[in-house]
């Protein structure tokens, strides 16, 4: 079965900072994809980005980045530069052969 | 444009009645999926299908149907036999089983 954790409910950083959001996931696939999706108060799931298990390299997708640790099954995403306009849910999600599976979510605030 | 629309955005249910919520995409994607978010937790699978005139029960499929006799189309029907309704439900889609998902704006079903 697949599992994905976010252990971080909520975070709140200043606008123009940087922050990391944690997720550790489960899989016996070893084929298998990666995503952060944000949801902002309009509740459309909006990919951030994407990570193939098989690729060594990190993904990057302008100020998002994340830190695949695939032995330690950790998948981080970090924000630079943090704007006020990425305030919002975001959830990290695995996909395995058979479906999507979602973490819990952190709520991330970004203050002016 | 091509996308994902779900309607309509807000529904309203009285108990014991069926509602149907409308799920349509223009992106010739092969596969559509349906899922659950209440309140401060993820996404959870109700249906999905892979190919038209084929659908698989996802993890809460209970009280919920749904038919794919159409690419474009993938209608979910809340019965009354779902005991606790309310919530939002989100479509999605993908080029192929597999692949990363897109997803629509959600409906807001409330039952009164």
């Known amino acids: 079965a697949q599992t994905v954790t976010q252990s971080q409910p909520e975070m709140s950083v200043q606008e123009a900072e940087t922050v990391t959001l944690s997720c550790t996931y489960d899989?016996?696939?070893?084929?298998?994809?990666l995503f952060w999706y944000k949801q902002p108060p309009s509740r459309q799931m909006i990919l951030v980005i994407r990570?193939?298990?098989?690729?060594?390299q990190n993904a990057t997708e302008n100020r998002f980045s994340v830190n695949f640790q695939k032995a330690a099954k950790s998948f981080s995403l970090k924000i630079s530069d943090s704007q006020l306009g990425d305030t919002a849910m975001y959830f990290c999600?695995?996909?395995?052969?058979?479906?999507?599976?979602f973490g819990q979510g952190t709520r991330l605030t970004i203050n002016p | 444009d091509g996308g994902i629309t779900q309607s309509p955005k807000y529904l309203f249910r009285k108990e014991g009645q069926n509602v149907t919520l409308s799920c349509e995409q223009n992106?010739?994607?092969?596969?559509m999926y349906w899922y659950r978010q209440d309140p401060g937790q993820g996404l959870r699978l109700i249906y999905y299908?892979?190919?038209?005139?084929?659908?698989q029960k996802g993890d809460i499929a209970e009280g919920y149907s749904v038919s794919r006799e159409k690419k474009e189309s993938f209608p979910l029907t809340v019965t009354s036999a779902q005991k606790n309704p309310t919530a939002f439900y989100l479509c999605?889609?993908?080029?192929?089983?597999?692949?990363?998902?897109?997803f629509g704006p959600g409906t807001r079903l409330t039952v009164l």
């Open positions: 899989t016996s696939e070893s084929n298998y994809y």
């Open positions: 990570q193939e298990a098989y690729k060594q």
């Open positions: 999600a695995s996909q395995g052969a058979q479906k999507l599976v």
């Open positions: 992106l010739n994607h092969d596969a």
């Open positions: 299908s892979q190919i038209v005139n084929d659908f």
């Open positions: 999605a889609s993908s080029i192929r089983f597999f692949n990363e998902q897109f």
